[in-house]
């Protein structure tokens, strides 16, 4: 089921403009797993039974107008607001509140709160057991939110989503006797990365990023903030939890172009007229995230590494 409401206009002899989407989407009765035991060797059966409602906002404004004779610009702005909410699945109701999935979004991030690095934050004596393998100082401490004495699955909560609430976009278009200005940049907000990647992850034989001098150890590195090395999996550490989350919000100037266009007024010669121009791509990156591309997190480690490239050249309209 879904409804859409829009508006477009044009003000102030079409140099004002906007158009305004807002919708909401509910997607009722997906396939999911029968919340029952399965017996006999028989799997639960699948059934309709899963509901998600969508809803959003679309807004843009654009503004055109010249000074003079010679300078004409154009200034546009455009933001997307999106809420996501899963309302139905086949989760079990005798959980506790913070663990249900239901009333979160569908990209939420579960995971385990840290509480810091035992040793340096947290005293490794007297705290809640541990249930994901050995432990030591300087690995990571969790919160026991069920308060049963142990911290195990049944703690876990969400801690971030993986899908950005608002994306914003902004581009500035400036012309001035053949000179011309082009620029676009674009932003996302509330989004959560993952440091999980093989940079942040140093265990086994993955400990190569300069992230490895930051581990804690009480004596000779006691103000470090990465946990402890090890050469196993370390399966306490390497998991889901607020530790490894980072604000993912970021501004990134994407392209930007200077021209300069020559017209053919002599008609002699080819073209019509000719345009000087130099380009630029993803210049900079605006970001709490400063080692990796906060929106290709991957890119560089396991995955093709984002350039920011500067072009010349001349184009000819014939």
Partial sequence: EQLNIGLDARFLNN?????????????????????????AGTGAPVINGGDVENSGIEYSVNWNDKVG?????????????????????????????????????????????????????????????????????GDIAYADLNNDGMV?????????????????????TLNYKGFGLYILGTATTGVTQMLTSTYYWNKGLDGYSVLAKERYHPVNNPTGTQPRLTTTSGVNNYRNS?????????FR????????????????????????????????????????DPEQMLAGISNYPVYRTITGGVSINF
């Fill in 253 to 292: 100037l994407k392209n930007v172009e200077l021209s300069y266009t020559l017209n053919n007024n002599s008609k002699k010669g080819i073209g019509k007229n000719y345009k000087f121009f130099v380009r630029g791509a993803n210049l900079f990156v605006l970001s709490g995230i400063k080692e990796l």
């Fill in 152 to 172: 195990d699955n049944n703690d876990q909560t969400c801690i971030g989503q993986s899908f950005p609430k608002t994306t914003l976009g902004v581009d500035v």
């Fill in 15 to 39: 140099r004002l403009g906007f158009a305004f989407d807002w919708y909401k989407k509910t997607t009722k009765d997906w396939l999911i797993t029968a919340p029952i035991v399965a017996t």
């Fill in 69 to 137: 004779e010679d300078f004409t610009y154009n200034l546009g702005l455009n933001i997307t607001f999106t809420k996501n909410k899963l309302r139905k699945t086949n989760e079990l109701s005798n959980i506790e509140d913070y663990r249900k999935s239901i009333g979160q979004p569908t990209s939420a991030i579960f995971g385990w709160q840290s509480q810091g690095l035992f040793g340096k934050d947290v005293a490794i004596a007297g705290h809640p057991f541990q249930s994901f393998g050995n432990y030591q100082v």
């Fill in 242 to 250: 607020t530790f490894w989350t980072k604000n993912g919000s970021f």
